[in-house]
């Protein structure tokens, strides 16, 4: 199983971010993808989910409105995408599949939002 993501994103504040997570080794249509971050300095933040069946999303209440998670399953990718940024959104992007045969993260994606 690895989910793979991209290793660097800059953007100025008001901008968008699309981070991308391309899973393989798994039936990807099977199982939920989270979205979770880590800010300098500060713990784990739940993001949000989406169902890769059917596109179904949950979503923290802190950041609604300005994220959206997408799938495409034809390339077992899914996207996190953020408008809006503050340079409060600068952390490390995680996704993360909690199959039956274990808990699997990518490797992280820091994304700095910067003037």
């Known amino acids: 199983v690895q989910l793979v993501q991209p290793g660097a994103e800059l953007r100025n504040p008001g901008a968008s971010v699309k981070v991308s997570c391309k899973a393989s080794g798994y039936s990807f249509t099977s199982y939920y993808i989270d979205w979770v971050r880590q800010a300098p300095g500060q713990g784990f933040e739940w993001m949000g989910r989406i169902d890769p069946e059917d596109g179904g999303t949950k979503t923290a209440q802190k950041i609604q409105g300005r994220v959206t998670f997408t799938v495409d399953t034809s390339t077992s990718t899914a996207y996190v995408e953020l408008s809006s940024l503050k340079p409060e959104d600068t952390a490390v992007y995680y996704c993360?599949?909690?199959?039956?045969?274990?808990?699997?993260w990518g490797q992280g994606t820091q994304v700095t939002v910067s003037s």
């Open positions: 993360n599949a909690d199959l039956n045969s274990g808990n699997y």
